[in-house]
């Protein structure tokens, strides 16, 4: 008679079995057990590719660590395309001990995940802070330099002092040594924790000012320049923060 009930082993594999009850397991011929048995196999393997793709999005931080660093940021932006709202930097300095693996380039990631992940985020790393360009400064400076400032911003922002950071592509006017990663949200962890940061504020920013300039889409379409966001300023104009210097915008006028 076998030891465990077919609800004993759902119950068993659906969180953290022992060597013993997975062996058991594989040998139950019962297909409940077995159901249930490939369920915790698929998981499994979720979690060991998870965590392989984390191990290695840690390894530029644990160089550093390895090397006598102490405290390395992560910057990112999110925002440059748009036509209205700001863009949003966040700078994340991660502690030796981080280990939420799901963390990842916010694009590659759903707005839940993103909404799950930003407290977890926010509660175990060392430091997180935010910059901002308006679009006002936008349209004075560019986008580039704005986005530069910002994240500059962002850095200055932190309760610590980092003596690297690791940045999205882009070179911040600060004397602080930086390693500029192509599609760096993606290879290192501390920026794929920034970009989280900074997506989920702005996203918020730009709810809230849907419901301030209404008939844009906001809400939706996060200032982006989709065919409702175009028929927003075809019929109302344009908003206090949209950005003059983008062509749709100046046509808009």
């Known amino acids: 008679m076998p030891e465990y009930t077919v609800a004993d082993y759902q119950r068993l594999l659906a969180v953290q079995p022992s060597d ?14 077995q159901q249930a048995y490939r ?10 590719q998870l965590l392989a793709r984390f191990n290695q999005h840690m390894s530029l931080e ?6 006598g660093g102490q405290y390395v940021a992560g910057i990112d ?12 930097t966040a700078a994340v300095v991660l502690p030796r001990d981080f280990d939420l693996v799901e963390v990842n380039d916010s694009k590659q990631l759903t707005a839940q995940k993103r909404a799950e992940l930003m407290p977890k985020i926010l509660s175990e790393a ?47 006017p600060l ?32 709810v809230m000012y849907d419901q301030v300039y209404p008939g844009y889409d906001f809400a939706d379409n ?24 983008f062509s749709p915008v100046r046509d808009a006028e």
């Open 20 to 33: 013993a009850v997975l062996q058991a397991a594989q040998a139950d011929p019962r297909k409940g057990v």
């Open 39 to 48: 369920r915790y196999l698929k998981r499994a393997e979720k979690q060991a």
């Open 62 to 67: 644990r160089e550093f660590w390895q090397a």
């Open 77 to 88: 932006e999110v925002g440059r395309g748009p036509l209205a709202g700001p863009v949003v």
């Open 126 to 172: 060392v430091s997180v802070s935010l910059g901002v360009a308006d679009a006002p400064t936008i349209d004075r400076l560019n986008i580039y330099e704005a986005t530069r400032v910002a994240m500059c911003q962002a850095v200055e922002n932190l309760t610590v002092t980092p003596t690297l950071l690791l940045v999205d592509a882009m070179q911040i």
């Open 175 to 206: 004397p602080i040594q930086q390693n500029r990663l192509i599609k760096g949200d993606a290879k290192s962890a501390s920026i794929s924790a920034a970009s989280i940061v900074a997506k989920v504020a702005r996203d918020h920013l730009m």
């Open 222 to 245: 996060m200032g982006y320049g989709t065919a409702k966001h175009l028929a927003g300023l075809r019929e109302l104009g344009v908003t206090p923060i949209h950005r003059h210097s």
